[in-house]
């Protein structure tokens, strides 16, 4: 550390008990060469020690929105502008309510709103405020807009509570805050994502699918918008919000995902294929929905499946200088199978998951990957979320695959 180029940063401090580590936070940005000015809402104060954060940053520290004194050394459109990043940690449901609404009835949320530098929040709060629906709508409009999130963790909260809440923990903070303040390092890449499910029918009503949420995906897309790159997202039928930047092309079927894909291809020097997409569709879909009484009481239904096309087989082909990453989800012997797969899919890197996992994988925030390059090696990766494996997906994709290519 300290090693960084010298920015400012604003750390805006709310009203939650994680704020005990705020300090902390405030020590490492200054470490590695930060200069930092926090901002606390009056509940802050009742967690930490304004004076300690003083001590700490080296800059005065603010609380009032409105105190002449403060305002005197400061104003709070000056903090505003000054800052090149706003970090909110802990961030409550409360500021995360107020942020996503542009209430400004505080100094931090006014600071909020008049910022226009990047803002990364470490929300913490108790697992059912931090699930309940209005604070996921919170989220997902904040996510919308391009605010970038660290956490929460899931563990023991200080409510006495099992579960999501947890603020990140600040060296986790501090990585975040510095990929915010990196040069988007994907800039002028065209950065083509598959993501979800497809759904192919069998007649009007029922369709055949996989239990594929699209998460993964849409995290991979998100981090290279974060990084720069012009991205476009083909998703399978997914509630998930579109990531802030991202172009986003809803399919259904794998034929229409090829199309899709093979439409897009020009553009994209990378592709990530993180789609689950269906190996097999009904040979006959039928126009009108199926009736039982047509059948015999005791007769059952046969489906004839036919296969898909590869699409990933098919772009690694004929791929040029294009970098194409593929998934691959397994139950069971999951890296000899991820090997094999590679092989014949003929793809630069396969990200292999083991779905067959209760905490990882499928329709879950987490996921535990290995990475099985072609020369043989293979890199495990413990249990992280989604947007982190993004974030070491991304990392190896720009230094192995990408390394020196334009
Ligand atoms: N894939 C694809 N087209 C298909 C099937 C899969 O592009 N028709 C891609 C997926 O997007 C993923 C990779 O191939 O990147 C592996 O998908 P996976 O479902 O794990 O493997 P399959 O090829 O379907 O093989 P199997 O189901 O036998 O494990």
Same mark, same amino acid.
């Given at each position: 550390?300290?090693?960084?180029?010298?920015?400012?940063? =604003?750390?805006?401090?709310?009203?939650?008990?994680? @704020?005990?580590?705020?300090?902390?936070?405030?020590?490492?940005?200054?470490? @590695?060469?930060?200069?930092?000015?926090?901002?606390?809402?009056?509940?802050?104060?009742?967690?930490?020690?304004?004076?300690?954060?003083?001590?700490? +940053?080296?800059?005065?520290?603010? +609380?009032?929105?409105?105190?002449?004194?403060?305002?005197?050394?400061?104003?709070?459109?000056?903090?505003?502008?000054?800052?090149?990043?706003?970090?909110?940690?802990?961030?409550?449901?409360?500021?995360?309510? !107020?942020?996503?609404?542009?209430?400004?009835?505080?100094?931090?949320?006014?600071? $909020?709103?008049?910022?226009?530098?990047?803002?990364?929040? @470490?929300?913490? #709060?108790? =697992?059912?405020?931090?699930?309940?629906?209005?604070?996921?709508?919170?989220?997902?409009?904040?996510?919308?807009?391009?605010?970038?999130?660290?956490?929460?963790?899931?563990?023991?909260?200080?409510?006495?509570?099992?579960?999501?809440?947890?603020?990140?923990?600040?060296?986790?903070?501090?990585?975040?805050?510095? !990929?915010?303040?990196?040069?988007?390092?994907?800039?002028?890449?065209?950065?083509?994502?598959?993501?979800?499910?497809?759904?192919?029918?069998?007649?009007?009503?029922?369709?055949?699918?996989? !239990?594929?949420?699209?998460? #993964?995906?849409?995290?991979?897309?998100?981090?290279?918008?974060?990084?720069?790159?012009?991205?476009?997202?083909?998703?399978?039928?997914?509630?998930?919000?579109?990531?802030?930047?991202?172009?986003?092309?809803?399919?259904?079927?794998?034929?229409?995902?090829?199309?899709?894909?093979?439409?897009?291809?020009?553009?994209? +020097?990378?592709?990530?294929?993180?789609?689950? =997409?269906?190996?097999?569709?009904?040979?006959?879909?039928?126009?009108?929905?199926?009736?039982?009484?047509?059948?015999?009481?005791?007769?059952?239904?046969?489906?004839?499946?036919?296969?898909?096309?590869?699409?990933?087989?098919?772009?690694?082909?004929?791929?040029?200088?294009?970098?194409?990453?593929?998934?691959?989800?397994?139950?069971?012997?999951?890296?000899?199978?991820?090997?094999?797969?590679?092989?014949?899919?003929?793809?630069? $890197?396969?990200?292999?998951?083991?779905?067959?996992?209760?905490?990882?994988?499928?329709?879950?925030?987490?996921?535990?990957?290995?990475?099985?390059?072609?020369?043989?090696?293979?890199?495990?990766?413990?249990?992280? +979320?989604?947007?982190?494996?993004?974030?070491?997906?991304?990392?190896?994709?720009?230094?192995?695959?990408?390394?020196?290519?334009?």
């Amino acid at each position: 550390m300290g090693t960084s180029e010298q920015r400012r940063i =604003v750390v805006a401090v709310t009203g939650g008990i994680a @704020a005990y580590k705020i300090p902390e936070l405030v020590r490492g940005l200054g470490r @590695a060469g930060h200069r930092v000015r926090c901002a606390l809402t009056p509940e802050a104060a009742h967690f930490v020690s304004p004076l300690v954060l003083q001590t700490l +940053s080296g800059e005065p520290v603010r +609380s009032q929105l409105l105190d002449p004194g403060e305002e005197g050394s400061i104003g709070h459109i000056d903090l505003a502008d000054w800052a090149e990043l706003v970090v909110v940690a802990p961030a409550t449901a409360n500021v995360l309510a !107020r942020m996503c609404h542009g209430i400004a009835d505080d100094l931090v949320t006014t600071l $909020l709103l008049a910022t226009r530098a990047p803002v990364l929040v @470490a929300p913490a #709060m108790n =697992v059912n405020m931090w699930n309940h629906p209005a604070t996921r709508d919170n989220v997902a409009a904040l996510r919308e807009r391009g605010v970038r999130m660290v956490g929460p963790e899931t563990g023991e909260l200080a409510c006495g509570w099992e579960g999501e809440g947890r603020m990140a923990e600040p060296a986790a903070i501090l990585e975040a805050a510095e !990929r915010c303040l990196r040069a988007p390092s994907l800039r002028g890449r065209g950065v083509l994502v598959t993501a979800g499910g497809t759904v192919e029918p069998i007649d009007s009503v029922r369709s055949l699918t996989n !239990r594929s949420s699209g998460k #993964m995906g849409f995290a991979v897309a998100a981090e290279a918008a974060l990084r720069g790159a012009s991205v476009t997202l083909v998703a399978g039928p997914s509630h998930l919000p579109t990531p802030a930047g991202v172009r986003r092309i809803d399919v259904e079927t794998a034929l229409e995902m090829r199309d899709a894909v093979l439409r897009e291809l020009p553009d994209a +020097s990378v592709v990530v294929k993180a789609a689950a =997409v269906a190996d097999f569709r009904p040979r006959v879909v039928h126009e009108r929905k199926l009736k039982k009484e047509d059948l015999a009481p005791d007769q059952g239904l046969t489906l004839e499946l036919v296969r898909n096309p590869d699409i990933l087989e098919e772009i690694s082909r004929d791929r040029g200088d294009r970098v194409v990453v593929g998934f691959a989800a397994e139950t069971h012997d999951v890296v000899e199978a991820a090997r094999r797969k590679l092989a014949r899919k003929g793809c630069d $890197l396969l990200v292999a998951n083991d779905v067959s996992r209760g905490d990882a994988g499928f329709d879950v925030d987490e996921n535990a990957v290995t990475f099985v390059w072609p020369g043989g090696e293979v890199e495990e990766l413990p249990l992280l +979320s989604k947007a982190q494996v993004a974030g070491q997906l991304w990392d190896r994709i720009e230094k192995r695959l990408l390394g020196g290519r334009e």
